[in-house]
């Protein structure tokens, strides 16, 4: 693997339509975790994705309107190419007010299994805390890699589901992390 360069807070003038020129989002999903009456299953179904150029120019949006309404993104880079990226939204919610969402976090293929998720996650959780939040929230894909991955950095089934978040990704392992 090579060197991480740089990890480092993004402006607006960073995501640029080439910022997702040599990432590559492909991942070849085998297993899902479903929950159903109340348990949750590991089951057969399959698919690859794979960002194709519309899709990472919708990401250059998230990732602008997110820095825009006061949230947080930072990528990581070798030799000025983007390996990986997370980003926290700007908007606590809550019972209590002590939630901040996770929006994204990806990590390049040819770079995953090297610790850059991780140095992202945690790195996001720092910008996280300094917005105010206290647990972060993160609807994740239920693909039984990304569910391993969030439970090694410590992340549980979430105690108090967002009820808009899960309308919209009703299949994703809704998560939380404790930031104290």
């Known amino acids: 693997m090579n060197t991480i360069t740089v ?6 003038k ?7 020129s040599d990432f590559n989002r492909y991942q070849e999903v085998k297993r899902c975790w479903r929950k159903e009456n109340g348990e949750w299953l590991l089951k057969d179904i399959a698919f690859t994705n794979q960002w194709n150029d519309e899709q990472k120019a919708e ?3 998230g990732l602008l309107r997110c820095i825009q309404q006061g949230g947080v993104v930072i990528g990581a880079f070798v030799d000025n190419t983007l390996i ?5 939204l700007n908007h ?5 007010d002590e939630y901040i969402q ?7 293929y040819e770079f995953r299994g090297n610790g850059i998720g991780k140095a992202l996650f945690h ?3 720092g910008y996280a805390k300094e917005l105010g939040a206290k647990k972060l929230y993160i609807s994740a894909h239920s693909a039984e890699e990304t569910q391993a991955f969030y439970k090694s950095v410590g992340c ?20 939380e992390y404790c930031l104290m």
């Open 7 to 12: 990890i480092k807070k993004l402006q607006s």
């Open 14 to 20: 960073d995501c640029t339509s080439e910022i997702f």
């Open 59 to 61: 990401r250059v949006v």
């Open 84 to 88: 990986g990226f997370s980003s926290v």
């Open 92 to 96: 606590l919610f809550g019972s209590n």
């Open 102 to 108: 996770l929006e994204m976090l990806h990590v390049s």
């Open 123 to 125: 790195e996001i959780c």
């Open 156 to 175: 549980v089934e979430t105690t108090e589901l967002n009820q808009k978040l899960f309308e919209e990704e009703p299949v994703d392992c809704h998560l």
